[in-house]
């Protein structure tokens, strides 16, 4: 598997999966236990138009349908057995695979611009179905092994079907992150990025001080992590949970951390699960400039962010790629 991987060069991602899908199906998509990953086995043709939006959209980079989906979950609700439970983790890599093939021919992308396969790792929350992944309270009633073991068949899975990296994502407590990154360790020639999920503009979801966290986790192991940031959250947040990480205005050096950013539309979730928007569909101003300045150099959209406005970051991140950043 080889990603390249140029720090200075701003990445644009995909927005949120479930958002773009509705548009595709006539199904309910909220509330299932395994969200979206269900369309894997019941309507593949949706997943795989879900990805082409984004294409056409300018992301540089999609994730693999599985978020929410895991070997326990798929086998207890769609009822398939363990190996057809990690065929759709494959299936899921095929499917966004073709979406790249076909785009590229589409738009007769060269080489060296071709769109990459980020397979999708929610958190051990999202499975627990009970908006846990906004808490991360099991991370003090779980070991380190039990995360690790839980999580392992769906990364050996990704990566055996040939995803480019990986996306931890939504990681609500420290104990998960460092899960992630020791289970990394056992695929040295993989890379990722993890992104946290954050209760305010400080700490992340079960109170830990989000930059000290972050910083440590890339530190870490910054042979393998591309990226550390924060993904569904409101852009509000983004500015003070980023700023300090990097110097304002620095793009490389051997102190530079690439910070990753996926918000949502802004909102909260509700005592009953449900999430309350506070900006309406039609608008979305998000100061790409500054999370530039700050380092970001993964960039795009997490729930109620759908391809037209994936278009618009695209049109707003090239703006900012001039040759002194392309290293021409």
Known sequence: MLVEHRQNVPKVLDGGFSGQLSRHVSTKIDNDPLWTARFLQT??????????????????????????????????????????????????????????????????????????????????GAYLHDASEYTGFYGKSM???????????????????????????????????????????????????????????????????????????YRALPSQIVAVGVNCIDPKHVTPLLKGINVEGASSGQDFIPLVVYPNRGGSLSASGEWIAVQDDHSLNLPISEWLNLGVRYIGGCCKIFAEDIELIRAEVNRHITPEILGK
């Open 43 to 124: 309507n593949a043709a949706a997943v795989y138009d879900t990805h082409m939006d984004f294409l056409r959209a300018g992301a540089d980079i999609i994730e693999t349908n599985t978020y929410q989906a895991s070997v326990p979950g798929m086998m207890k609700y769609l009822n398939v057995s363990e190996r057809e439970s990690l065929d759709l983790f494959d299936k899921s890599v095929r499917l966004a695979r073709g979406a790249v093939d076909d785009h590229v021919r589409e738009k007769r992308i060269p080489v060296e611009s071709r769109p990459m396969v980020a397979g999708s790792c929610g958190p051990y």
């Open 143 to 217: 070991s380190r092994r039990e995360l690790i073991d839980w999580h392992r068949p769906r990364v050996k899975a990704l990566l055996d079907a040939g995803v480019d990296l990986l996306a931890f994502e939504t990681i609500p407590c420290v104990e998960e992150a460092e899960a992630f990154l020791e289970l990394l360790k056992e695929y040295p020639h993989a890379r990722a990025w993890l992104s946290f999920s954050c209760r305010d503009n400080q700490s992340i979801s079960d109170g830990g001080v989000f930059q000290s966290t972050a910083v440590r986790c």
